[in-house]
């Protein structure tokens, strides 16, 4: 029976069916995250017994009346040291060590754009993906209208930008809102696989925009 375990511990997907395997793996994860949490716990609090921000030791004439941390530069990066140990320690324990990819999406208020628009198509018809919008502020920005440019291959191979639908065409955007917007192209029988990249632009908000990439897969004979 020892044998035979043995012999299934060396396939390299076999931790995953053995639950003690995974407590024991999620416990190290565990010890080695809180470990590193109570380093930099450690470091900030034999700081403040010397004094933050200085370098010989507590001084009431070096202490600000605010209190700020603004003032206390170590006291920012012992701070920001911690944040990334709890990040790192969650991204262990939930087994996601990869950064997901960003999502599509216009920032209208603070003119930024994330992530791109990818459209996979199998075969002729529409294709569809999403993007979002963003008003975080506290100022209503009216209606927006997305627009997309002709969607261009390396070969010279050309989609005009009336194949590009969006769903809906125009969007309220209200102060702190967020709509998710169908982005719809009609691929033809004549478009030939591959990849088709292009544009998309905000009216009226000049300095947001996205690429947007088409995918056509190859037919099948």
């Known amino acids: 029976m020892g044998s035979d375990d043995a012999s299934i511990a060396d396939l390299p997907w076999a931790s995953i069916f053995d639950p003690a395997n995974n407590v024991r793996a999620l416990g190290a994860i565990q010890e080695r995250g809180f470990r590193a949490a109570t380093d930099v716990v450690s470091r900030f609090v034999r700081m403040t017994d010397r004094g933050l921000g200085t370098v010989g030791g507590p001084s009431s004439d070096a202490k600000p009346e605010d209190g700020s941390a603004a003032t206390y530069p170590d006291l920012g990066r012992i701070l920001t040291s911690l944040q990334g140990v709890v990040s790192q320690l969650g991204q262990s324990v939930l087994g996601n060590n990869n950064t997901a990819p960003a999502e599509a999406a ?41 627009r997309c440019s002709d969607l261009l291959a390396h070969g010279g191979a050309l989609i005009e930008a009336s194949a590009v639908r969006f769903e809906p065409d125009v969007v309220p955007m209200p102060a702190r809102s967020s709509r998710g917007i169908t982005v719809e192209v009609d691929v033809a029988e004549q478009y030939s696989p591959g990849w088709y990249r292009g544009t998309i632009l905000a009216d009226g908000h000049d300095d947001v925009w996205l690429p947007v990439s088409l995918h056509i897969a190859p037919r099948s004979s």
Request: hydrophobic share 40%; proline share 5%; glycine share 12%.
């Open 106 to 146: 216009l920032d209208l208020v603070n003119s930024a754009s994330s992530g791109q628009v990818v459209v996979e198509a199998d075969g002729t018809g529409p294709a569809v993906t999403e993007v979002w919008l963003h008003n975080r502020g506290p100022q209503d920005m009216g209606k927006v209208r997305l």
